[in-house]
């Protein structure tokens, strides 16, 4: 099926730090052809580090594209060259200051694949260590620690609107 949908043309219209849009000519099955533009991103982790007593290690930041503070499990982009499991071990360190002992995969999903190639690969983050955080560009996040019931509240709430954090807590529950 595929194969059904062929690009005629292909041209890089921005290129930033952490993403780049491309302009596609994609010729239809029934010979139409539609121009469509997708932000090309190398992918993301996120985890749920839970602490012995059933805590969750959250994040607090300001999102300029949600216009607020938000509250949300540890996440970052994926380095070139970097797995999702170092990444998100690196991730812990900078954001939290915990190095997870234990990482279990949850799932992998597209936030959104009508405009994007961007995968989140989350993770349960177990055996939690403190460790000295090295913020890199995370000075601003501020560590948060809750019971998982109030996560669940704040989700249930419509406080927390992040889809990694949802999904994450979802699976977490799922186990």
Not at 14 to 27: A, D, I, M, N, T
Not at 80 to 92: A, F, K, M, T, V
Not at 143 to 151: F, K
Request: charged letters at 30%; glycine letters at 8%; proline letters at 7%.
């Amino acid at each position: 099926m595929n194969d059904l949908y062929k690009t005629k043309q292909s041209r890089e219209i921005y290129r930033g730090p952490f993403f780049s849009l491309r302009e596609y000519l994609v010729e239809y099955p029934d010979g139409g052809e539609k121009k469509r533009i997708i932000l090309e991103h190398p992918g993301a982790v996120a985890a749920v580090p839970l602490l012995p007593d059933g805590k969750i290690v959250m994040v607090r930041q300001f999102r300029k594209a949600a216009g607020r503070v938000t509250l949300e499990i540890p996440a970052g982009k994926i380095d070139s060259g970097e797995s999702p499991e170092d990444c998100i071990r690196r991730e812990l360190i900078e954001e939290t200051g915990y190095r997870p002992g234990r990482l279990r995969h949850l799932r992998s999903y597209y936030p959104s694949f009508g405009i994007s190639t961007e995968i989140i690969h989350v993770f349960l983050a177990e055996n939690l260590q403190p460790t000295r955080r090295t913020p890199a560009d995370e000075s601003y996040l501020e560590p948060v620690i809750l019971p998982l019931e109030e996560v669940k509240r704040l989700i249930t709430a419509g406080k927390i609107m992040d889809s990694k954090t949802i999904i994450g807590i979802q699976e977490l529950e799922r186990m």
